[in-house]
């Protein structure tokens, strides 16, 4: 990991693109290496973001853009995030259009299925105006992210998956959920939805809504009937990442 900025690296020799990965809340840029490895071997780089808190994402996705565009002059490069990750890559290529040549959001969390209290949302409210860094835990575990028994296992075992967010962090993410829906006319980058068909996390109906009211031509959006919310460490991965690399190859 590159301390200085925060990201991992996965370098492919003689390049054909790269990608740009933004990991979602409660993990860290580890989650991506099973599919950097695959687009390694297909002549893909790949960068990943490390960001604990979602207010910092936007900065850090933008300061490792420019890292990446020294690093691969004249290189295609593609936005690709996960859950929360896939909401703020949705809501930064809408701002900033023309920056990168491909947006890919896997299972984005335009709406959640997480199950919060009216108490435990009066006490995040409580909690903005005394002690915004606050954090509260949120309702979900390491079996609503992929089905994968071994991974579930990793997952638990690593102090780097949490399930924290402070209450400025879910209010951050409750402003881009709605951002979300606005944004939608905005966006004129190529996309790509990959949807998880059982997602136990986030409203895959919110993605099919929203990828209907897309205006840009170039929008491709794909089911997978019983896949988990994590679809980069899901069981039956190969099957999305081999459509990723598909969907790719046609744009580079």
């Not at 490390?50 to 490792?64: A, H, N, S, V």
């Not at 920056?99 to 299972?107: A, K, R």
């Amino acid at each position: 990991m590159n301390e200085e900025i925060g990201y991992r690296h996965w370098i492919a020799p003689r390049a054909r693109a790269v990608f740009l990965l933004v990991h979602g809340i409660g993990t860290y840029s580890g989650r991506w290496e099973a599919m950097a490895d695959f687009f390694i071997k297909n002549r893909i780089s790949s960068y990943a973001i490390e960001c604990p808190k979602p207010e910092d994402y936007y900065d850090g996705i933008l300061r490792l853009h420019g890292v990446i565009s020294k690093n691969n002059p004249g290189k295609k490069i593609f936005l690709i995030g996960e859950s929360l990750g896939g909401l703020v890559s949705f809501l930064l290529v809408s701002r900033w259009p023309g920056l990168f040549d491909g947006l890919v959001c896997f299972s984005p969390a335009f709406r959640s299925r997480l199950k919060l209290t009216g108490l435990d949302y009066l006490k995040i409210l409580a909690s903005l105006l005394y002690n915004p860094k606050r954090e509260f835990r949120l309702p979900f575990d390491s079996s609503m992210c992929t089905r994968d028994n071994d991974y579930i296992k990793k997952m638990d075992s690593d102090e780097r998956e949490h399930r924290l967010a402070s209450s400025r962090s879910i209010l951050e993410i409750l402003f881009s959920q709605t951002a979300s829906w606005i944004s939608v006319k905005k966006l004129a980058t190529p996309v790509f939805f990959l949807v998880a068909g059982d997602d136990k996390m986030v409203d895959s109906r919110a993605s099919m809504e929203i990828f209907k009211r897309l205006k840009v031509k170039d929008k491709t959006l794909v089911e997978y009937p019983g896949m988990y919310h994590s679809l980069s460490i899901e069981l039956g991965k190969e099957k999305v990442f081999e459509d990723l690399l598909k969907w790719v190859e046609k744009r580079i």
